[in-house]
């Protein structure tokens, strides 16, 4: 694959670069990119398997064959990342922020090294509203500031490690992505077995907002960030209509027709190893997505009830 000496304007046509390809995002992204025709290659951590594959292991410094950097990619999407579901022992804690931040320093300084015609255009980066912190009923836009504890510290690292691609003169977007809601995967998927049998119910008072996006929602923005020039820095990657967990609980048991009468209570969840109880499920982010709205872009899922019945039929 080369590309070398390709002009700015054809580069649009250069594939694609994905990093957690294989993922919830990652393969929808991908499916959507194919579909209309774009050329797409995964960065993978184990042996690549094909040319449209480049095995690297982010988290280790030591950058590909150069061969595989050779032709000019268009655009790079990271998403690679631990799952943050999962038991948070000091393990699970240190792979959720090193695979993200040492991930993306890596990355974005080694993009930054290419010579400037091998350059993408534009980096976007997976972020979380986790970054926002819990912040109770407060309304939060891109300029809203970072929370305290684990994720949003996490966020604001995983965030702050892309500056090489940014001073490289690389456009970079962190996409702050709410709860992504498919039953592909993620967290409904998780959710639905306990609402299927009846035995759903809200977390601790349920009064912790919650930001989601459906999947397709998310896949468009990213591909809306990727072909808007104008575009940089944060962006909420969330639904424009926030719910309570307790709205949350209601929504999916009236949508799988099954009650949700058994709340799990904070001090349970507050007992989980690592404070992911605190720090994820009793947390409470009302976040908007301002950055989108300001540029009218259209969610074909903009409600819960709406982004819930698509989910649960596909
Ligand atoms: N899904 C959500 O609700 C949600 C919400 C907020 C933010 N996000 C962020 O959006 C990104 C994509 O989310 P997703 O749901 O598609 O994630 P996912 O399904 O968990 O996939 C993430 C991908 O990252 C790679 N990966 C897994 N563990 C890794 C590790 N220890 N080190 C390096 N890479 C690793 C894997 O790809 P390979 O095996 O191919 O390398 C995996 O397919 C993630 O960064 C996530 O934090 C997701």
């Not at 997505?289 to 899922?301: A, H, I, M, N, Q």
Request: hydrophobic content about 45%; some cysteine.
């Amino acid at each position: 694959m080369s590309f070398t000496g390709e002009s700015v304007a054809s580069a649009a046509n250069n594939p694609v670069l994905i990093t957690g390809a294989s993922g919830l995002v990652g393969s929808a992204l991908r499916a959507a990119l194919s579909t209309k025709g774009r050329s797409v290659v995964s960065l993978v951590r184990r042996g690549a398997s094909g040319k449209n594959q480049i095995h690297w292991d982010l988290t280790t410094a030591e950058p590909p064959d150069a061969r595989a950097f050779s032709g000019r990619f268009s655009a790079v999407v990271h998403l690679a990342g631990e799952p943050i579901m999962g038991v948070w022992t000091a393990a699970k804690k240190r792979h959720i922020y090193s695979s993200r931040v040492d991930g993306t320093r890596n990355l974005a300084g080694y993009l930054a090294g290419l010579p400037g015609e091998l350059r993408p255009e534009v980096l976007v980066c997976a972020s979380a509203v986790g970054y926002y912190g819990n912040r109770g009923d407060e309304v939060l836009t891109e300029s809203s500031g970072a929370g305290t504890g684990f994720l949003p510290e996490t966020c604001v690292a995983w965030e702050a490690a892309a500056q090489p691609a940014r001073d490289a003169g690389i456009r970079v977007v962190h996409l702050r992505i709410g709860i992504v809601l498919s039953s592909a995967g993620g967290a409904l998927t998780a959710m639905l077995p306990a609402f299927r049998f009846g035995l759903g119910g809200r977390l601790g008072r349920g009064n912790q907002w919650m930001s989601w996006i459906a999947l397709e929602d998310l896949v468009a923005v990213i591909q809306y960030v990727l072909s808007n020039a104008s575009i940089s820095g944060a962006v909420n990657a969330v639904a424009p209509n926030p719910v309570t967990n307790a709205d949350f609980t209601r929504t999916l048991a009236g949508a799988l027709n099954r009650p949700a009468a058994i709340p799990v209570p904070s001090f349970a969840l507050k007992l989980l190893p690592g404070g992911m109880g605190r720090g994820a499920l009793l947390s409470s982010a009302r976040a908007v997505p301002e950055v989108l709205s300001r540029l009218k872009f259209g969610f074909e899922y903009p409600t819960l009830e709406h982004a819930l019945q698509h989910a649960l039929v596909t």
